[in-house]
T-cell receptor, first 111, second 113 residues
Framework: RKEVEQDPGPFNVPEGATVAFNCTYS??????FFWYRQDCRKEPKLLMS???SGNEDGRFTAQLNRASQYISLLIRDSKLSDSATYLC????????????FGKGTSLLVTP | DVKVTQSSRYLVKRTGEKVFLECVQD?????MFWYRQDPGLGLRLIYF???????EKGDIPEGYSVSREKKERFSLILESASTNQTSMYLC????????????FGPGTRLTVT
């Protein structure tokens, strides 16, 4: 079952660049969407929730397109510290409790 | 701050051994989860629990069982460890049903030889 799909990358970008990640999900009944960040050898942590109207948190912007069933994350003015794996997350279609994690997109920001 | 702790960071066990991985959260969360994470496969849900003594199978429950006798503690049990269960095991907890943030523990790197 491939409910959440992401381009694994790696995305190598210079500092200051703008980079965008997309993610597609298979079940139109999914209601909750998130981006998590996972640093090397660390646990995943919530970066931001994704709302239907789109939302922004500083340099990060998340968008949801329900019609096309994709979610995007835009990072502006990339910093070295943004280097990490970004996980697209969608709640399971048949359970209100559990989340389905994409395999992640790797980002490396270089000086 | 929410804290999720796991009993071991690194564990080495032999094939056939019974293995217990413990997870404790201190924020009175209803929901707790066990995942494994493998290169190229991402995070895969093994089991989750939405209440004490309640459990639900995730995507890959075979070879595993769980126990939730107290709200704060969720244990993952490998009845007879096999080499294909060598992996990073991550525990998580959340307050809301599929809507809220999941807080992860630091993980247990299990090697089965």
């Amino acid at each position: 079952r491939k409910e959440v799909e992401q381009d694994p990358g790696p995305f190598n970008v210079p500092e200051g660049a703008t980079v965008a990640f997309n993610c597609t999900y298979s079940n139109s009944a999914s209601q909750s969407f998130f981006w998590y960040r996972q640093d090397c050898r660390k646990e995943p942590k919530l970066l931001m929730s994704v709302y239907s109207s789109g939302n922004e948190d500083g340099r990060f912007t998340a968008q949801l397109n329900r019609a096309s069933q994709y979610i995007s994350l835009l990072i502006r003015d990339s910093k070295l510290s943004d280097s990490a794996t970004y996980l697209c997350v969608v709640n399971y279609s048949n359970s209100g409790y559990a989340l389905n994690f994409g395999k992640g997109t790797s980002l490396l920001v270089t000086p | 701050d929410v804290k999720v702790t796991q009993s071991s960071r690194y564990l080495v066990k032999r094939t056939g051994e019974k293995v217990f991985l413990e997870c404790v959260q201190d924020m009175d969360h209803e929901n707790m989860f066990w995942y494994r994470q493998d290169p190229g496969l991402g995070l895969r849900l093994i089991y989750f629990s939405y209440d004490v003594k309640m459990k639900e199978k995730g995507d890959i429950p075979e070879g595993y069982s769980v126990s939730r006798e107290k709200k704060e503690r969720f244990s993952l049990i490998l009845e007879s460890a096999s080499t294909n269960q060598t992996s990073m095991y991550l525990c998580a907890s959340s307050l809301l049903q599929g809507e809220g943030e999941q807080y992860f523990g630091p993980g247990t790197r299990l090697t089965v030889t």
